[in-house]
């Protein structure tokens, strides 16, 4: 067995229920920052620009990819199925929002920063890429549904 499987052998036999909806908060928080994130989409434009990534397609593919991810992602992980999946999607764009975006500006401290949003959020996804769905998700219906026929 290999480590993954022990992984994942183990995080679904130490799911606490509580734990659940942290998950389906989570869910919540990166549909909510897709939606937002779409909506202020000018700035991410600006914000790609002025770090020389690249053409303007390739800002706007990573923009919308983004934006799929976060609330395609956040609303499959809400409901719990096929949360290490999205977990391990979404984590290399929260790695990008904590390191690259929201550390550099300098002002982690001030009231309402996106850095401590981004960080919980980061923790959250490593959290559920090992604990997975859950007892309260739509994969463990299907496995109790499943093994009562």
Not at 39 to 54: C, D, I, K, P, R
Not at 66 to 74: D, E, S, T, Y
Not at 85 to 90: A, D, N, P, V
Request: glycine fraction near 8%; charge should be neutral; aromatic fraction near 10%.
């Amino acid at each position: 067995m290999n480590l993954i499987s022990k992984i994942q052998d183990w995080g679904d036999h130490h799911h606490p229920k509580w734990l659940d909806y942290l998950r389906i908060a989570l869910g919540i928080t990166l549909v909510w920052k897709g939606v937002a994130f779409a909506l202020n989409l000018h700035a991410f434009t600006v914000l790609m620009e002025n770090s020389g990534l690249g053409t303007a397609v390739s800002i706007s593919l990573l923009a919308h990819l983004i934006i799929a991810l976060h609330i395609i992602g956040g609303l499959l992980i809400a409901l719990g199925t096929h949360t290490r999946l999205f977990c391990l999607l979404i984590i290399p764009i929260l790695v990008v929002a904590v390191f690259y975006v929201n550390l550099p500006q300098q002002q982690i401290f001030r009231p309402y920063s996106e850095f401590w949003l981004s960080c919980l959020v980061l923790a959250g996804l490593i959290c559920f890429l090992i604990e997975g769905d859950g007892v309260l998700s739509i994969e463990n219906v299907k496995k109790t549904t499943v093994s009562q026929n």
